[in-house]
């Protein structure tokens, strides 16, 4: 399941300081580079190459989290956090132990994760508070605010985000100083955002 092998480095996609549709609360949001799944329609496909994106030391991605008080916790998406999870695993736990929450998405199921037998898969998933797991599958539309699609399902892992509300599937857009666009979250037509996007 893991495919990045530096335990004190990890192959970051994006990093987003700031944000408040990828999670409850504003949080930071973190997106690796790599994803050994090809779900069809994947919303973030220039994500999915192992060879993408930059190598980042955990030392300064909880540097990063940690910096900004007013961020509830962290979300770590991409790509697929578990093809990173020794490395996403010691973040998370820093990022715990400073009072932080940390929700994973990833397109393995529960099950799965649970029966891998490497020791990061089972210490990211003990550094979780929240989890929203299964692959994406383009033909099941869900309209919850933090599933993908229908099928996916969230799996909480400790009591922190249970009974919590979450905002309406909300999408946002970031322009940066060159003009470039980033755009982030759960639009209710992810299809025609990315023709948008691509014309």
């Not at 994006?14 to 949001?29: M, T």
């Not at 909480?156 to 940066?176: D, H, N, V």
Request: contains cysteine.
């Amino acid at each position: 399941m893991s495919s990045y092998a530096e335990p004190d480095h990890l192959r970051m996609a994006a990093y987003l300081p700031r944000s408040l549709a990828n999670g409850p609360g504003q949080r930071a949001v973190l997106w690796v580079q790599g994803c050994p799944q090809r779900c069809p329609g994947c919303f973030n496909p220039d994500f999915l190459s192992a060879g993408g994106g930059r190598s980042v030391a955990v030392d300064a991605v909880v540097g990063w989290v940690l910096e900004d008080p007013e961020t509830e916790g962290l979300s770590l998406s991409g790509g697929e956090p578990f093809a990173q999870a020794a490395a996403l695993a010691a973040v998370s736990e820093r990022v715990r132990a400073a009072g932080k929450g940390v929700l994973v998405f990833t397109g393995f199921t529960l099950r799965r994760l649970r029966a891998s037998g490497q020791p990061g898969v089972r210490r990211l998933l003990a550094a979780a508070d929240l989890l929203v797991a299964g692959p994406f599958v383009r033909d099941a539309p869900s309209r919850h605010p933090l599933l993908a699609s229908a099928n996916q399902e969230l799996v909480y892992l400790t009591e922190r985000y249970r009974g919590q509300s979450l905002a309406p599937c909300r999408t946002e857009f970031r322009i940066g100083a060159s003009g470039s666009v980033m755009v982030t979250g759960f639009p209710a037509d992810a299809d025609a955002l990315r023709r948008v996007q691509t014309s």
